[in-house]
C-alpha cells in the first residue's frame, strides 16, 4: 500500500535561513506527488505539484525516485511562509493520500 | 463564485447523536471527497463520490455515511457520533483527483 511519511512534526527556521521539508512516499508504481499548505485561518491549498515543475513562492521540490522522495526547499525562509505543509501521494487510478504534516514556523 | 462551502464550522455533540455537516461547490466538479484532519495523522480520506449517485469508501468510513444526489452538494452523515469523531473535518472538490479545492473546515467536539 501506498505511504507518505513527513519525519518531522515541527521544523523551526529563522527568516533568511534555507528551509527543506522532508517527505518520503513508498509506492510502487509511477507516482505524482504534491505540496499542500494550510496558513493561519486559510483554506488548506494546492503549493505545487511535481508534473509542473514550477517555482511557487520561491519553493521547489524535485522528484527522487531513487531515494522516493519529493522534499520541499526554499533557499531564503520568510516569516509568510509560517504554516502547515502536507506532503501528497496520487497513485495511478487510486485517491490523494496525504502525509502527517509539518508545522514550519519562520522565526524573525 | 464561492468554492467549496461547508457548514457549520463549530459543533459540539453529545456522544450517540446524530448530525450532517454539509458540504457544497459551485464549480461544477465532478470529484468530491471528506477528509478528517487529526494532530500527527494528517488528512485521512473518509467517503469520496466520482459523480451524482456514486459514492465510494475511503481510509476510514466507519461511523459515516454519505450520498451524492447532485453534482453540489455532498453532505457527510455521523450515525451516532462518538467521542473518537472528535476532529477537524474537511470537504474538498476537484476536476482531478490531484488538485483538490478545500472548504473551510467544520471542526467538531463529542462529548
Known amino acids: 500500500a501506498q505511504r507518505v511519511t513527513q519525519p518531522e512534526k515541527l521544523l523551526s527556521v529563522f527568516k533568511g535561513a534555507p528551509v527543506e521539508l522532508k517527505c518520503n512516499y513508498s509506492?510502487?508504481?509511477?507516482?505524482?506527488l504534491f505540496w499542500y499548505v494550510q496558513y493561519s485561518r486559510q483554506r488548506l491549498q494546492l503549493l505545487l505539484r511535481?508534473?509542473s515543475r514550477e517555482s511557487i513562492k520561491g519553493f521547489t521540490a524535485d522528484l527522487n525516485k531513487g531515494e522516493t522522495s519529493f522534499h520541499l526547499k526554499k533557499p531564503f525562509a520568510q516569516e509568510e511562509d509560517s504554516a502547515m505543509y502536507y506532503c501528497a501521494l496520487l497513485p495511478s487510478g487510486s485517491r490523494l493520500t496525504f502525509g502527517e504534516g509539518t508545522q514550519l514556523t519562520v522565526n524573525p | 463564485n464561492a468554492g467549496v462551502t461547508q457548514t457549520p464550522k463549530f459543533q459540539v455533540l453529545k456522544t450517540g447523536q446524530s448530525m450532517t455537516l454539509q458540504c457544497a461547490q459551485d464549480m461544477n466538479h465532478e470529484y468530491m471527497s471528506w477528509y478528517r484532519q487529526d494532530p500527527g495523522m494528517g488528512l485521512r480520506l473518509i467517503h469520496y463520490s466520482v459523480g451524482a449517485g456514486i459514492t465510494d469508501q475511503g481510509e476510514v468510513p466507519n461511523g459515516y455515511n454519505v450520498s451524492r444526489s447532485t453534482t453540489e452538494d455532498f453532505p457527510l452523515r455521523l450515525l451516532s457520533a462518538a467521542p473518537s469523531q472528535t476532529s477537524v473535518y474537511f470537504c474538498?472538490?476537484?476536476?482531478?483527483?490531484?488538485?483538490?479545492?478545500f472548504g473551510e473546515g467544520s471542526r467538531l467536539t463529542v462529548l
Open positions: 474538498a472538490s476537484s476536476w482531478d483527483t490531484g488538485e483538490l479545492f
Open positions: 509506492y510502487s508504481g509511477s507516482p505524482e
Open positions: 511535481h508534473i
